[in-house]
């Protein structure tokens, strides 16, 4: 029988494009079930982590702008937490080192001569100039304040007081080293903590990293970087990307190949969370399910699946790209072996409490962070991070994650931090489309049509457990 085809124009990677629709009556094989077959299940329940979380949750919006909250969070939350810093293969060499700002605290991690890293606040112990000023360095071998020229080793310690016979003994009795915080490395990342004494790394993240690693991060490399200004809590910001509820409204035109309505969520002690939805397979909320459209047939020719003829209808794409990309001689050129078939198609989502979200694929990451600003809480910064894998000759990261076709991905050179604004955000039409919500959500919040609370439902509880685990802090039980 000949192919039915007809045709309906979406839009996708923010190209218009006309759908294909293929008639499944002209398909041989008998169509099975897409099954989301997680089989690694978080042991812990919402509820028994969090006994006050109701199937709702009620949330003032001064929580988002009130300037006593931010110093609230600088004094409880920030000053105490594991932080994400930044990315190991950043700084693979004894020398280099970048910098890391959350709100008004700024600090340097660095690789020193012995391979051992160090995160130091970035401030000279004279009269506190920041010591960097930059995004990066290599080869260092220490650090000079530009002002009066003391000078540290990389780890930190004082080496130089210029013209120290000029100041008065009692004045350089204290201690003259950079001020450090405690740091360790996982899983291609890099952690900090400015507690005095904080919760050990591991208990902290616990039953996470194991997946972390299962992605090899740390073979991993950035091949873009920004740094967005938006005109937002970083809060509200972090809460964008903490549900799959807006999905279908947000990213309309993704419904013909991501399923985002058959989500797992997993909850983990300390505020993590993850959620894993399937691509390559069509949302319910998309009215045809058997049509091979162009989403799918673009993700099958892909993985090195020929969509014309493809013998099957929507519901065997994805089976089908994870039957390719098992083969040793897959296109991506890269070793499945050691990733679950639903890792191969399917989007892993963890959120690391306090900030950062992550969008894990074998072939590349879409990290994003979500940083206060020093002064103002009605705006924040939102890091960009997409690490790529070494893929073969002409294979990009997940097209979604916005790397543009001029970008080179071979990871010979790191691209330099591009910073930008809510208006230019460069970050492709997903990213993009989440970041309108963060101003607009901001806004109406100052509504007097509100009062002055907004609220949560059951499919946006990683937020509720957001929000509550962050209380903890605030409320001194952490
Ligand atoms: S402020 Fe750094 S040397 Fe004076
Ligand atoms: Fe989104």
């Given amino acids: 029988m000949a192919t039915n085809v007809r045709y ?6 923010d ?11 002209s398909f041989t094989l008998e169509p099975g079930e ?7 299940r978080s042991p812990h329940r919402l509820d028994q982590l969090y006994p006050n979380i109701a199937g709702y949750r ?3 919006t001064k929580r988002f702008m009130d300037p006593a909250e931010k110093g609230r969070e600088e004094d409880k939350l920030w000053s105490k937490v594991w932080l994400l810093a930044g990315i190991s293969s950043d700084i693979p060499n004894a020398g280099d080192w970048f910098r890391f700002d959350v709100g008004p605290q700024s600090l340097i991690i660095v690789r020193d001569k012995d391979n051992e890293l160090n995160a130091l606040y970035n401030v000279c112990k004279h009269r506190g100039n920041e010591l960097v ?5 290599q080869d260092a071998t220490s650090f000079t304040c530009i002002m009066h020229s003391w000078r540290y080793n990389l780890k930190g310690k004082n080496v130089r007081v210029t013209d120290r016979d000029t100041f008065g003994p009692e004045a350089l009795c204290q201690n003259l080293d950079l001020t450090p915080v405690h740091v360790q490395e996982r899983a291609g990342l890099i952690f900090v903590s400015m507690a005095q004494e904080p919760m050990p790394f591991e208990d902290f993240y616990g039953d996470l990293l194991p997946m972390l690693d299962s992605y090899h991060l740390k073979d991993m490399f950035v091949v873009k970087h920004l740094v967005v200004d938006v005109p937002a809590n970083w809060k509200t910001m972090y809460s964008v990307f903490n549900e799959t509820y807006h999905a279908h409204a947000t990213h309309p035109q993704i419904k013909p190949y991501v399923d985002d309505h058959f989500v797992q969520y997993d909850f983990y002690p300390n505020g993590h969370n993850r959620n894993l939805f399937a691509v390559g397979a069509v949302s319910p909320r998309w009215p045809d399910s058997r049509f091979i459209n162009m989403g799918l047939a673009f993700f099958l020719q892909e993985a090195g699946v020929k969509a014309a003829g ?3 209808d929507a519901r065997h794409v994805r089976r089908a790209i994870q039957q ?6 897959n296109p991506f050129g890269i070793d499945y072996s050691g990733f679950t078939d639903n890792q191969l198609t399917d989007d892993w989502n963890p959120s690391l409490f306090p900030n950062v979200t992550m969008n894990m694929h074998p072939e590349g990451v879409l990290l994003q962070r979500f940083r206060p600003h020093p002064t103002d809480p009605e705006r924040g910064y939102q890091d960009v991070f997409v690490l790529s894998a070494h893929l073969a000759e002409g294979r990009r990261p997940p097209a979604y994650m916005g790397v543009e076709d001029d970008v080179d991905v071979s990871g010979k050179l790191r691209p330099k931090v591009r910073r930008t604004t809510h208006d230019d955000p460069q970050g492709g039409e997903v990213v993009e489309q989440d970041i309108a919500n963060m101003v607009t959500l901001q806004r109406g919040m100052h509504s007097r049509g509100l009062n002055e609370t907004i609220v949560f439902s059951e499919q946006e509880r990683r937020i509720q457990q957001f929000l509550a685990e962050l209380d903890l802090y605030l409320e001194d039980r952490r």
């Fill in 34 to 40: 897409v099954t989301a077959d997680y089989e690694a």
């Fill in 15 to 25: 190209r218009p494009i006309k759908q294909q629709l293929v008639d499944p009556e």
């Fill in 310 to 312: 493809f013998k099957g």
């Fill in 133 to 137: 000023q930059e995004d990066f360095g």
């Fill in 324 to 329: 390719a990309k098992r083969k040793v001689e």
């Fill in 8 to 13: 309906a124009e979406i839009r996708f990677n």
């Fill in 58 to 60: 009620v949330v003032s």
